[in-house]
């Protein structure tokens, strides 16, 4: 009779002992959730991201005030309802201290209000629409905005004597926010647009396009396509014969993404474009970096994503250093303003904005030693975002 009392008894008093450890073990460690597209069609994104984060954490150990930093990483499959719903669990299961990630902006944007509610920072280090900043003020962003990148690449159309130009953009917001930056900074510049055309995110056709563009013969045709994507509008492009008719084309970097540029070979050769990172870039920092990230991944070439995941770790831990290992408030304080060399170059997180400042590069598409590069050839120091400049 008193038996099951006892046997009741004892297993709530281990089940009190497992509770009590577990919640030294939560006490004892900083947890990062880091939200990647690590399948369907932007998993290259993923994959990146990841192998940057940890590789962070393998240079820089992975104690922060005295606390072991777990990295968990989840599958958002590049969709916003998946994103939203992990990030929840992430937060409210796993008790993680803060979010990164975030590959594609309508994933940002669908995470925002779990942020704000939960006074969690969130670390964007992919997404490039200037507004996804001012979603949530628990937001910080490492990565890029495509307005930043694109007004830079305008100016140096116009300095380069390019008059007439079409625009072609995915059609989603950080291809509409590059499609609007660039067109009005052409056109203030003396530019003209002579078309914009946008195509759909998921299974994009160019060939229609491109073959009325090679008929309306501008001087240059102006692209932003995601990372991942830029292969199959460079293969249409030279195979509808454009770059013979005399057409240049100008992009957006993700356009000639590092992972995939030496897949594209010679069709990207003398391709000019804007962007914040080239694993060409000439600093000891990014050469030991590109060097690190080859040996970590049996090879591959770092892209912006996977500095933009390297600096959003860097942001991460050493704000957690400041706030001694607490989250919320006190850890987003702490990432604001910070300045640091990035393998990019100079980065500093706009206290105003928590958005991202860094110098914007001109590069062009050169073959070296058997590789294709985005070889840089000017650079404008410390550019804010266009996007957050109030008339
Ligand atoms: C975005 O969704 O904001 C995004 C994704 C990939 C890029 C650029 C922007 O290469």
């Known amino acids: 009779m008193s038996q099951p009392h006892v046997d009741r008894r ?76 992990l990030a929840q669990e992430l937060i409210v299961n796993d008790k993680v201290k803060v979010l990164a990630g975030f590959g594609l902006t309508p994933l940002a944007f669908a995470t925002a209000p779990i942020a704000t509610q939960a006074k969690t920072p969130m670390v964007v280090t992919a997404a490039a629409t200037s507004s996804i900043t001012e979603a949530s003020p628990f937001i910080v962003r490492t990565s890029f905005t495509a307005a930043q990148v694109v007004t830079t690449l305008a100016d140096w159309a116009r300095r380069d004597g390019i008059k007439r130009v079409t625009s072609l953009v995915t059609d989603y917001a950080p291809g509409i926010d590059a499609e609007k930056y660039f067109s009005e900074r052409f056109i203030a510049g003396g530019g003209q647009i ?90 000891a920092a990014n050469k030991a970096f590109v060097e690190a990230f080859g040996a970590a991944t049996g090879g591959l070439r770092p892209n912006f994503m996977a500095v933009g995941a390297w600096d959003g770790m860097r942001v991460i831990c050493e704000a957690a250093k400041v706030a001694q290992g607490a989250g919320g408030q006190a850890l987003l304080d702490a990432m604001k303003g910070q300045s640091f060399e990035s393998p990019r170059g100079p980065v500093t997180i706009d206290p105003a904005t928590r958005d991202v400042v860094h110098n914007v590069y001109i590069r062009k598409v050169e073959k070296s030693a058997g590789q294709w590069w985005n070889q840089e050839f000017a650079t404008v120091p410390n550019v804010k975002d266009p996007g957050k400049a109030k008339p």
């Not at 995601?226 to 057409?247: N, Y």
């Open 10 to 85: 004892r297993l709530l008093a281990a089940a009190a002992l497992l509770a009590v450890g577990s919640a030294r073990a939560q006490e004892d460690t900083f947890r990062i959730g880091l939200l990647a597209p690590m399948s369907g069609p932007f998993a290259s994104t993923g994959r990146q991201m990841e192998a940057a984060a940890r590789l962070y954490l393998a240079k820089h150990g992975d104690k922060v005030a005295g606390k072991r930093i777990e990295l968990i990483v989840k599958d958002d499959t590049g969709t916003p309802d998946q994103a939203k719903r």
């Open 194 to 283: 002579v078309e914009a055309v946008r195509v759909p995110l998921r299974n994009p056709d160019f060939a229609p396009f491109l073959q009325r563009v090679r008929d309306a013969k501008p001087a240059a045709l102006f692209a932003f396509v995601p990372a991942g994507v830029g292969s199959a509008l460079m293969k249409q492009f030279t195979e509808r014969g454009l770059d013979k008719a005399g057409i240049r084309l100008i992009a957006e970097g993700s356009v000639t993404d590092d992972d995939i540029l030496n897949a594209m070979g010679d069709a990207a050769l003398g391709v000019v474009t804007a962007h914040h990172y080239s694993a060409a870039h000439p600093s």
